[in-house]
């Protein structure tokens, strides 16, 4: 639908600011980082809901998503998403990189060795239960209405909600990054995403237990259904937090080293 013809048009946005990020970081293999771009998280879902959807094939079930209809939207995909995204990436490119606050040296230096909670993994765990938190109730409902055809009508406080989430999420990477910066280790653009992302992890640890205590699901296709799609709403929701403290950090960095003074 709409939403669909959206995410499609908007990846020549997603392919500018990707490719600006991509040389303000002075990489140098920009084709493979189009690529990637255009196809890493279009292709897990696509691929992961065609496997699905023969669950449903073989179940007979009337919700299949018939293949003529799958084939439309790969076909649209590659010929409207795919090409969008390399021009957007191919202009942001070319495009001035976002400046640094300071000169950084050529020669980096060595780091030393961090505490076992500085970790990307112990600090994915830690650091987010703070964002589950303050979503896991508005969870409840959503799971509700999606798996137990009950109606949602909280769309105000889900709003809020996000507010929240986002207000979370570039707090605790902001935080992360900095006690990173503090024990001297500079390598903080993937810590600061993967800190946020773990929220990711909670979210499908929270759909576990929802099937085993709210739900009453029979059959090997059902439970294959349910965790699929909730391991494809995990993963969305990781990405998105996790970009949402990558940008925050990525501020914070610039705002901070900016207000450095070397004579």
């Not at 500018?16 to 196809?39: D, I, N, V």
């Not at 809901?49 to 669950?55: G, M, V, Y």
């Not at 994915?124 to 799971?143: D, H, Q, S, T």
């Not at 910066?181 to 992302?197: D, G, H, I, M, P």
Request: some cysteine.
């Amino acid at each position: 639908g709409a939403a669909v013809s959206l995410f499609f048009f908007f990846g020549v946005v997603g392919g500018y600011y990707s490719g600006r990020l991509y040389r303000t970081f002075k990489g140098l293999s920009w084709k493979r980082a189009a690529f990637l771009t255009a196809t890493f998280y279009p292709g897990l879902i696509s691929s992961t809901c065609f496997i699905l959807n023969f669950f449903l094939w073989h179940a007979g079930s009337s919700g299949a998503v018939p293949f003529s209809y799958m084939c439309a939207l790969l076909a649209f995909w590659i010929c409207v998403s795919l090409p969008l995204v390399f021009v957007g990436f191919f202009f942001g490119f070319r495009k001035q990189p976002f400046e640094y606050s300071v000169r950084t040296n050529k020669i980096p230096r060595p780091i030393p060795t961090q505490l076992w909670y500085m970790r990307t993994f112990p600090s994915m765990l830690l650091a987010g239960i703070l964002p589950f938190g303050a979503v896991f109730i508005e969870l409840y409902f959503i799971f509700s209405a999606i798996w137990e055809n009950q109606i949602y009508t909280l769309f105000s406080f889900l709003f809020l909600v996000y507010v929240i989430l986002v207000v979370c999420c570039a707090e605790i990477a902001v935080v992360i990054v900095y006690f990173q910066l503090c024990t001297e280790n500079y390598r903080w653009w993937w810590k600061s995403f993967f800190v946020a992302a773990g929220t990711g992890i909670y979210v499908f640890a929270y759909g576990a237990f929802f099937y085993w205590s709210k739900l009453d699901i029979v059959g090997f296709t059902s439970t294959v259904l349910y965790f699929g799609y909730t391991a494809l709403m995990s993963i969305t929701f990781g990405i998105f937090t996790g970009s949402v403290g990558f940008v925050a950090s990525f501020i914070f960095v610039r705002y901070v080293y900016s207000a450095v003074k070397i004579d």
